[in-house]
């Protein structure tokens, strides 16, 4: 236990299956719907710590975790970040499976937030996953992983030239590709952020999702950013908890 972020929240520290947790809730906290969120590449469970707090005052238990290679899950082999966005589902699902026991947390009541690297942790999870959520939001991330550039891999939570060769890296975006499985995507609730001034996730990548999602999913808003990069800017963060909360019963 670590103690209190402020007067209301209090920030715990946990390994679920060896995974490195931070549980985020509020003292009042019974049974509340979960939040769990996932990191970019160079990223940890950290970088969300201060916007988890706004989560957690408005009335969600939020679940911070290290994604495979990453913060205190260094391993001794280079882990490729797409490699560590799909060993996430399972990670996810082990997480899930913990929490379905907590008299704390609504275990039907899932949301799933993530940036660049842990966004394609998401449309992964949405593609192979064994759970539905009830809500996604993405960050800078493109569905289609055979349009992701290589980002490199890690090596003791430390940033380094790709660990595979182009076609091993090709081959493991080709079969483990969340387009495959478009067909699950369709009722799921996600809101989607793409920054137009983007250079790692262009917004052609977001745009042609679009055309084919929209088709079949009237609960799938797109937030287009003209001056925004990469990371989420303040006008797409302010929409994030309306738009969980219009689904969260």
Known sequence: ?????????????????????YEMYSKETKLSP???????HEGSKEQFIDEATVYVQAGFFCVLFDLYGYGERTVSESVESIESAVIASKDIDLLL?????S??????????YGHSMGGSAIWHYLAYGDKTPLA????????????VEDMGS??????????????TYRDYCRNNNPVNHLERFEKIPMLVYQGMLDTVILPTYTQEFERN???T???ATFIYDESGGHNATGMFLNRIIPFIKSYVR
């Open 1 to 21: 236990k670590m103690g209190n972020i402020d007067m209301d929240t209090t920030i715990t520290h946990r390994l679920i299956d060896d995974i490195p947790v």
């Open 34 to 40: 979960i939040m769990i969120f996932l990191h970019e």
């Open 97 to 101: 499976e913990y929490y379905r026991l």
């Open 103 to 112: 008299p704390y947390v609504d275990s039907e009541k899932v949301i799933l």
């Open 136 to 147: 996604v939001v993405v960050c800078s991330s493109a569905v289609d992983f055979t349009k």
């Open 154 to 167: 890690v090596l003791n939570g430390k940033a380094q030239e790709p660990a595979w060769d182009e076609a």
């Open 213 to 215: 999602i929209s088709r």
């Open 217 to 219: 999913n009237k609960n």
